[in-house]
């Protein structure tokens, strides 16, 4: 019986490099692609602007890219005048009419957190964690959001903890765990948003689980 297996080796070689080859080409053709679709998006925005207002009115040609620093000027002035007193009295107020809204306001409200946490604005993910969910032995990805209102009889200090699912991190399920339960990972929040989101593709530079529960893994 003659062999083949010297026969494969060229075949085996064209196809590691044809996987090399997307490994580099795929993910820069969907930034540039990202990209684009964001430039050209809000050099249409600018477009809806009145004609006397468009920068191709008072500068005499259509520059591309405009649109997206005049998005950032925009949010830049917000943001500046959403720091002062009338601002923030502002924006409680149309958070308070959009609260009123069904509907609307759980999207607000949820939008609103996701870009908290991915932005550092606020601290209400203290840490990253691991929980056996939904069975022992089986570790699911969550976030400590601190102490739990109520302690159960004959059960040490326990936390609340937020377990999102995947791949939309917005959504999940809310639980109260004994202390010594929770495994913290060392996982920034960031990082466990990209594991979430990507279903695990994605995964942390590190994982710090204390000694005494890295066999548990």
Excluded: C
Excluded at 24 to 34: C, E, Q, Y
Excluded at 148 to 169: D, H, I, K, S, Y
Aim: net charge neutral; no cysteine.
């Amino acid at each position: 019986m003659s062999d083949t297996t010297g026969q494969w080796k060229p075949v085996r070689a064209v196809r590691r490099a044809l996987f090399a080859g997307l490994l580099v080409v795929v993910p820069l053709g969907v930034t540039a692609w990202v990209l684009y679709t964001l430039v050209d998006f809000f050099d249409r925005v600018v477009g809806w602007l009145p004609v006397a207002l468009q920068p191709e009115t008072w500068l005499g040609r259509s520059i591309p890219g405009l649109g997206i620093l005049l998005a950032l000027a925009a949010l830049l002035l917000v943001g500046a005048s959403a720091e002062n007193i009338v601002g923030r009295r502002l924006v409680l107020l149309y958070e308070a009419l959009i609260s009123r809204v069904p509907g609307v306001s759980a999207v607000y409200v949820t939008v609103k957190q996701l870009v908290e946490q991915l932005t550092g604005a606020d601290r209400g993910f203290e840490e990253v964690v691991l929980v056996q969910w939904p069975r022992h032995g089986t570790w699911a990805v969550g976030f400590l959001t601190g102490s739990a209102f109520v302690q159960a009889e004959g059960v040490g200090r326990m936390v609340n903890v937020f377990l999102p699912t995947t791949p939309n991190p917005t959504t999940g399920f809310y639980f109260m765990v004994a202390e010594d339960e929770v495994v913290p990972t060392g996982m920034t929040v960031e990082e466990a948003f990209k594991l979430l989101m990507s279903a695990g593709i994605v995964e942390p530079s590190r994982l710090a689980l204390p000694p005494d529960r890295r066999g548990e893994r």
